[in-house]
């Protein structure tokens, strides 16, 4: 059993910066790839950002390359989304998920835990 905890959302101006974290719990952290997606309000979760196992590969949706940057702290436990330039359509509650395996891609059946998530809002 694996547990997610996300946090750092919250309301922000557009141009401005939030960093959101997710701790894991409960499996060998530094063994899975993990990776961040989003859901906005009627829209479908898409992906955002991934990190393989040891950090040594990312990859980005194209709508925040450049503008976000994943990373993780295995002694922490801990994945991060340092997100810049926030735009108001980043609006939507932000995921992180634990993937199967030590690289896993943009797909959600690639990961097999997530977390309840957090919600990030920017306001025009």
């Known amino acids: 059993q694996v547990q997610l905890v996300e946090s750092g959302g919250g309301l922000v101006q557009a141009g401005g910066s939030l960093r959101l974290s997710c701790a894991a719990s409960?499996?060998?952290?530094?063994?899975?790839?993990m990776g961040w997606f989003r859901q906005a309000q009627g829209k479908e979760r898409e992906f955002v950002a991934g990190?393989?196992?040891?950090?040594?590969?990312?990859y980005y949706a194209d709508s925040v390359k450049g503008r976000f940057t994943i990373s993780r702290d295995n002694a922490k436990n801990t994945v991060y989304l340092q997100m810049n330039s926030l735009k108001p359509e980043d609006t939507a509650n932000y995921y992180c998920?634990?993937?199967?395996?030590?690289?896993?891609?943009?797909?959600?059946?690639?990961?097999?835990?997530w977390g309840q998530g957090t919600q990030v809002t920017v306001s025009s």
């Open positions: 998920a634990a993937g199967r395996e030590r690289y896993s891609g943009s797909y959600s059946h690639e990961y097999d835990y």
């Open positions: 409960g499996r060998t952290f530094s063994n899975s790839a």
């Open positions: 990190i393989s196992w040891s950090g040594g590969s990312k």
